[in-house]
Nanobody
């Protein structure tokens, strides 16, 4: 089994900061594009930012200049530093990644598979 484990959500006041982290778990061979999405109550899930394995980034207009996505390729951990938070940033934040992993069968066969995986979600609440 492979999964993404998130940490770092919480509650802050207007203008505060939080950092989210996301790390894969399991028999991981490689990690492709990683991204952060968010979903506010009653709204669709939207892309916040993503980053590829060479560090190229993409941000939603609503977070440019306030949020920074980064990635540590040594352990495939992704971060989202959120500064100057606003009430409209309140949402559950999900990490997403394209993972390639292996299955080791009892007869020592190895099978490679690729899968898009979502994290468990990290609630972020910003009060005014």
């Amino acid at each position: 089994q492979v999964r993404l484990v998130e940490s770092g959500g919480g509650s802050v006041r207007l203008g505060g900061s939080l950092t989210l982290s996301c790390a894969p778990s399991g028999n991981i061979l490689s990690v492709g594009v990683m991204g952060w999405y968010r979903q506010a109550p009653g709204k669709e899930r939207e892309l916040v930012a993503d980053i590829d394995h060479i560090g190229s980034t993409n941000y939603a207009d609503s977070v440019k200049g306030r949020f920074t996505i980064s990635r540590d390729n040594a352990n495939d951990t992704m971060y989202l530093r959120m500064n100057n938070l606003k009430p409209e940033d309140t949402a559950t934040y999900y990490c997403h990644a394209d993972l390639t992993y292996y299955i080791n069968y009892e007869d020592d066969r190895l099978e490679h598979r690729s899968l898009e995986v979502w994290g468990q979600g990290s609630p972020v609440t910003v009060s005014s």
